[in-house]
């Protein structure tokens, strides 16, 4: 209660100070510079400082993102034998794929999140093709040991198919 009444006691004393729990119409904060304020600075209306989304984008609404991290020696292993696999098949699509390092006490590697579609005429039964047996197979990934591939997730239907698996990678030594 007592730091109440002396905020009170200090915006009744101080009225043209904008208090910070108020709308701040009335007056402006001391510590707020106005853009004239700022040395070889023009007002804000029409700048030309293109701030942090660069040239000739500022006030666009443009975004570029950021290109995806390149992906690493296992995971792209990974992913050309799951291509392998699908050699006869043309409608792959990349939706998504992931890595994290992974170690244990004596094991370096990674752990994979691998999601890709198939479309078209018989994208269900290649589907059904990679899937039957896909624990027991054996991927080559070169300077890699395909550790653990499980299913995650499938979603078949005719002239599609949905596929989410992750895997686990180990450094050879």
């Known amino acids: 209660m007592v730091v109440a009444a002396k905020d009170r006691a200090f915006s009744k004393a101080y009225p043209d100070v904008a208090d910070p729990v108020r709308d701040g119409s009335v007056s402006r904060s001391p510590t707020r510079l106005l853009d004239e304020a700022w040395p070889g600075r023009s007002p804000s209306h029409g700048s030309e400082d293109p701030g942090l989304s660069g040239p000739g984008r500022a006030g666009t609404g443009s975004f570029v993102p950021l290109p995806p991290p390149p992906l690493t020696d296992a995971a792209s292993a990974f992913l050309q034998a799951i291509r392998v696999q699908l050699v006869h098949f043309a409608g792959f699509v990349l939706e998504e794929i992931r890595s994290r390092r992974w170690a244990s006490v004596t094991f370096q590697g990674a752990r994979h999140e691998l999601a890709f ?57």
Not at 124 to 144: D, I, M, P, Q, T
Not at 145 to 161: H, I, M, N, W, Y
Request: proline share 2%; charged share 35%; aromatic share 4%.
């Open 117 to 173: 579609r198939l479309e078209g005429e018989g994208a269900e039964e290649a589907a059904g093709r990679l899937l039957s047996g896909l624990e027991a197979r054996n991927f080559e990934l070169r300077g890699h040991l395909l550790a653990d591939v499980s299913l995650v997730a499938e979603e078949r239907r005719p002239g599609f198919a949905r596929i989410r698996l992750d895997a686990l990678t180990v450094e050879e030594r």
